[in-house]
């Protein structure tokens, strides 16, 4: 076994992977964000997606908010320079291939071509909608879009809501309210849709994942999980990151493998995102400044 600069090797039968805990490089002099503790919210690496060419784009609060990397973790390139909030908190790549920018502290959705070119915002830039009254955007957090074309919308801080859009960008309905009960939440985290259009909610103050269908009626609570702050949905696997470290659970929501949060080393899974490419590795924005990459051996 390597060092914890190095990688290590974790895991077992088919999940077993190289853990590279920095994995993306960044230009000299260039961090993901700030290690000032007076710094609120933390200034840190928040989320990514990998395009259809196998780039990794990387979200953080910081200089240089959008940064992409190769598959080997060298840098290509940046964007996005004093166009987001302090608070921006998601990205994520479309089926269209455009790129997401989720900006909590604008209230603001925007999209972008993958060279950062601006082709549409959702939301009033600077505005938030009352706080709890429902309607968007109050510090949403999150976007994923389901197979039947729609957009929906985790909102998020302010508003505990999640919001459907069709193509046309026309709100088709919403639903959500603060609370622990079904359908209530806590702060609406983030959101994923697997393949038959199942929408997941990590909602992470009430230590939960919840599950809904497509029209937003209440299937399931997922629990076991230590503030679960983001999930990612394979063709295999779900794969969920939080407080408690990093888990691997079958579509049934059968528990595969975990690794604590200080397993194999301490402080090795801190997670705030997560997200995969098309080989099914895993790749982790730490709440300690670092993005990490898990490559699938088995």
């Known amino acids: 076994m390597t060092g914890a600069t190095d990688g290590v090797i974790i895991g077992e039968g088919t ?33 990514g997606a990998v395009d259809s060419n196998g780039d990794v784009y990387v979200l953080s ?28 908190h998601s990205l994520t790549i479309a089926p269209d291939g455009t790129v997401w920018v989720i900006d909590s502290g604008h209230h603001l959705l925007t999209q972008h071509t993958k060279d950062g070119a601006l082709l549409r915002s959702i939301g009033t830039r600077g505005i938030a909608a009352p706080t709890f009254h429902g309607n968007p955007f109050n510090m949403p957090t999150h976007i994923a879009f389901h197979p039947n ?17 069709g193509p046309d960008w026309e709100r088709k309905f919403s639903w959500g309210a603060p609370g622990d009960g079904p359908g209530q939440f806590a702060i609406v985290h983030f959101i994923a849709i697997d393949a038959a259009g199942t929408i997941y909610i990590t909602d ?18 997922w629990r076991g999980f230590d503030m679960p702050s983001d999930l990612a949905i394979g063709p295999e696997a779900i794969y969920v990151g939080g407080r408690d470290g990093l888990s691997i659970w079958t579509h049934a929501r059968q528990e595969i493998i975990r ?11 801190n997670i705030h995102g997560i997200w995969l490419d098309g080989a099914q590795n895993i790749y982790l924005a730490h709440f300690d400044r670092q993005v990490s990459k898990l490559t699938r051996l088995g």
């Open 61 to 88: 609060r910081s200089a240089h908010p959008v940064t992409v990397f190769d598959p080997d973790g060298r840098f290509v390139t940046a964007w996005g320079e004093g166009r987001f909030s302090d608070f921006v």
């Open 259 to 269: 690794w604590g949060a200080d397993a194999p080393y301490p402080g090795a899974f």
């Open 149 to 165: 074309g729609d957009a929906y919308v985790s909102d998020g801080y302010g508003n505990r809501r999640v919001h459907c859009f």
């Open 204 to 221: 992470r103050e009430n230590q939960r994942i919840q599950l809904f269908g497509e029209s937003g009626t209440w299937r399931a609570d």
């Open 15 to 47: 999940h077993r992977y190289h853990y590279q805990r920095n994995w993306a490089k960044l230009p000299r002099g260039w961090s993901f964000g700030s290690t000032d503790p007076r710094d609120h919210p933390p200034r840190t690496a928040l989320k």
